[in-house]
């Protein structure tokens, strides 16, 4: 079985400040990892994902997220946050890939002027 | 590239009568497509996945002859919502996952979504 977890539901940071958001997640085999960000009434938009290789990931708009595998965890981050980088934001987790992403709950980032 | 697309972006209709959404992958073919609904509290709840040419799978409690998906070919499939009830009011969004460039790595590209609200 596979599970994802966003353990904040809300992160509010002040622009320029570094930001993450958290995700760990729990799958039997090697996990495939995504991250998304979903803007008001649109769809979500994929930011980047883990598969294998480094642990650190590079994606769009200049967000990153680090794979620990003794942690499983595989947070978003951000060094300086701008407020249009306002939105939610949902981790994803596949175990292996034929299997359908489980998605987490989602956590709102608001970046304050 | 990757891109999918949704129609409507926002329906209105009285409860009872039925609701067709396309949701179509634009540069890219989809064997694999994914419906899901988003509630006003932001979760994602998948509704069903479907493979080209082949019946839909159905997430459990999701009622198969009320959200009915088809996914006839690489690049397109529809949700049709029959009988339409307040309750089914809902963002709906549909997703594609495909084989070479597009989806290579297993993500999903998501449609931006339609709004359906039942009066």
């Known amino acids: 079985a596979q599970s994802v977890a966003q353990p904040e539901d809300q992160v509010n940071v002040a622009e320029g400040n570094p930001l993450t958001v958290k995700c760990t997640y729990s799958?039997?085999?090697?996990?495939?990892l995504f991250w998304y960000v979903q803007y008001p009434n649109r769809g979500l938009q994929f930011l980047l994902k883990y598969i294998t290789g480094d642990n650190l990931v590079k994606g769009s708009y200049g967000f990153e997220a680090e794979f620990n595998k003794s942690q499983t965890s595989f947070h978003l981050k951000k060094p300086s946050a701008l407020v249009s980088d306002s939105a939610l934001y949902f981790c994803?987790?596949?175990?292996?890939?034929?299997?359908?992403?489980?998605f987490g709950r989602g956590t709102s980032l608001i970046v304050h002027p | 590239g990757a891109v999918v697309s949704q129609h409507p972006s926002r329906v209105i209709c009285k409860s009872g009568t039925s609701v067709k959404i396309e949701c179509r992958s634009l540069d890219f073919q989809a064997t694999t497509m994914f419906w899901y609904r988003q509630f006003p509290k932001k979760s994602l709840m998948l509704m069903a996945t479907?493979?080209?040419?082949?019946?839909?799978?159905?997430e459990q409690g999701v009622e198969k002859d009320k959200f009915l998906i088809n996914h006839a070919s690489l690049t397109l499939s529809t949700l049709t919502v029959t009988s339409a009830h307040p309750e089914d009011s809902s963002f709906y969004i549909c997703s594609a996952r495909g084989l070479g460039g597009a989806g290579e790595g297993n993500e999903q590209f998501f449609g931006p979504g339609t709004r359906l609200t039942v009066l």
């Open positions: 994803a987790v596949s175990e292996g890939g034929s299997y359908i992403p489980t």
């Open positions: 479907s493979n080209e040419g082949s019946k839909a799978t159905y």
């Open positions: 799958v039997s085999g090697n996990p495939y």
